[in-house]
């Protein structure tokens, strides 16, 4: 069944350390987006791409940085520049945003600083 | 710049009929969404609205006013399972893809 899968689901960061969080759709979408959101947050954006090689950051890209090398894949990168990193991350696919087509969301990754 | 708001919390008795509004502020629009939002799981889509007026889909309904940057949801005939986030989120220019802060909506006896 086609859809997008984000690993690990849990994940503990120590102080200085930098974590990679996993993002991998099968959809053929172009459009992926990185997503965080705190306790009883809504969704900030932190990172989006439209096509391959391409990628812009979004209001919160601070501390964070992404690759697009492959159509599938969408890795997001917590660097030790992230201060506050505690937080649930999602990541999205869509084909065509304007469209109003189903955006496809993983199921999220757990960060916790320790 | 782009701006999206929606009250922060709800409280609403079940059966009855709860509306959440959603005010947005963009150079670039193309539609609104709306979702609803468990705690600690993925969004799940209820609508999307690019033309002026009302959708509905069973209990749920969804109206946009593009002129006033303005879209509500109606939930009808309230259910315990309907505590949950909702949030607003709308796609604009270069297709980014913007979400409000979300409503804890309540649902209570």
């Known amino acids: 069944d086609g859809g997008i899968t984000q690993s690990p689901k849990y994940l503990f960061r120590k102080e200085g350390q930098n974590v990679t969080l996993s993002c991998e759709q099968n959809?053929?979408?172009?459009?992926m987006y990185w997503y965080r959101q705190d306790p009883g947050q809504g969704l900030r954006l932190i990172y989006y791409?439209?096509?391959?090689?391409?990628?812009q950051k979004g209001d919160i890209a601070e501390g964070y940085s992404v690759s697009r090398e492959k159509k599938e894949s969408f890795p997001l990168t917590v660097t030790s520049a992230q201060k506050n990193p505690t937080a649930f991350y999602l990541c999205?696919?869509?084909?065509?945003?304007?469209?109003?087509?189903?955006?496809?969301f993983g199921e999220g990754s757990w960060l916790t600083v320790v | 710049g782009q701006n999206i708001d929606q009250p922060t919390e709800m409280t609403a008795t079940e059966g009855a009929i709860v509306q959440i509004n959603c005010t947005y502020q963009?150079?670039?629009?193309?539609?609104l969404f709306w979702y609803q939002q468990h705690a600690g799981e993925a969004p799940t889509f209820l609508s999307y609205?690019?033309?002026?007026g009302l959708e509905e889909k069973g209990r749920f309904s969804s109206f946009l006013s593009r002129s006033k940057g303005y879209s509500y949801l109606l939930l009808k005939e309230l259910q315990m399972k309907d505590s949950a986030s909702y949030l607003c989120?709308?796609?604009?220019?270069?297709?980014?893809?913007?979400f409000g802060t979300g409503t804890q909506l309540k649902v209570e006896l």
């Open positions: 999205a696919s869509v084909d065509i945003p304007s469209s109003g087509n189903t955006i496809y």
């Open positions: 963009t150079s670039g629009f193309n539609g």
């Open positions: 959809l053929n979408h172009d459009a």
């Open positions: 989120a709308f796609t604009g220019g270069g297709n980014k893809l913007t």
């Open positions: 609205n690019v033309l002026d």
């Open positions: 791409s439209q096509i391959v090689n391409d990628f």
